[in-house]
T-cell receptor
Framework: DAKTTQPPSMDCAEGRAANLPCNHSTISGNEYVYWYRQIHSQGPQYIIHGLKNNETNEMASLIITEDRKSSTLILPHATLRDTAVYYC????????????FGKGTKLSVKP | DGGITQSPKYLFRKEGQNVTLSCEQNLNHDAMYWYRQDPGQGLRLIYYSQIVNDFQKGDIAEGYSVSREKKESFPLTVTSAQKNPTAFYLCASLGTTNEKLFFGSGTQLSVL
């Protein structure tokens, strides 16, 4: 079973911020939070990852709660091209074992 | 450019036939993965390999087989024992210094 819980779907208006939540209440101290997204019929694409500090890159921001039991991926100005399924997974740095994806959140960005 | 290549993009299988999906990477990654995706569903892990000549079963390995004779290659065979093979198959690789999973573009397998 996936170690994370995400809402199955969300809508967002174009140009607004999209905030995608993820619960990972059983995360252990050495596990990172990773986000990927998958546009229809393509391979998933890496977005961002973090351990305990908030992270930002050219694609998104990642906010991790102080207890690390949940996180939020923020797309600051969503566009129609951001419509995709977003996956949150947890994994240990350097772990090359069983990487489990859940069902993700289907984000629909609407004009 | 470095990357991960899956072929073919579309594949059709007849009843009782084994088919092999190719996955090649030139990223010098040690770990490679095969996932299956059904319509509207998430990714389910079939097999993974952390090193050459070694691999482990994932959650849904029944009816599938793999080999890892070379670091660059991790082919997946869908055997006749897999009674519901129609799905989108994704291959991925992971390095030790860059912890991003790299995915191929996928193979859509259908049954004739």
């Amino acid at each position: 079973d996936a170690k994370t819980t995400q809402p199955p779907s969300m809508d967002c208006a174009e140009g607004r911020a999209a905030n995608l939540p993820c619960n990972h209440s059983t995360i252990s101290g050495n596990e990172y939070v990773y986000w990927y997204r998958q546009i229809h019929s393509q391979g998933p694409q890496y977005i961002i990852h973090g351990l305990k500090n908030n992270e930002t890159n050219e694609m998104a921001s990642l906010i991790i709660t102080e207890d690390r039991k949940s996180s939020t991926l923020i797309l600051p100005h969503a566009t129609l091209r951001d419509t995709a399924v977003y996956y949150c997974i947890v994994s240990s740095w350097g772990s090359q074992g069983n990487l489990i994806f859940g069902k993700g959140t289907k984000l629909s960005v609407k004009p | 450019d470095g990357g991960i290549t899956q072929s073919p993009k579309y594949l059709f299988r007849k009843e009782g036939q084994n088919v092999t999906l190719s996955c090649e990477q030139n990223l010098n990654h040690d770990a490679m993965y095969w996932y299956r995706q059904d319509p509207g569903q998430g990714l389910r892990l079939i097999y993974y390999s952390q090193i050459v000549n070694d691999f482990q079963k994932g959650d849904i390995a029944e009816g599938y087989s793999v080999s890892r004779e070379k670091k660059e290659s991790f082919p997946l065979t869908v055997t006749s024992a897999q009674k519901n093979p129609t799905a989108f198959y994704l291959c991925a690789s992971l390095g030790t210094t860059n912890e991003k999973l790299f995915f191929g573009s996928g193979t859509q397998l259908s049954v004739l």
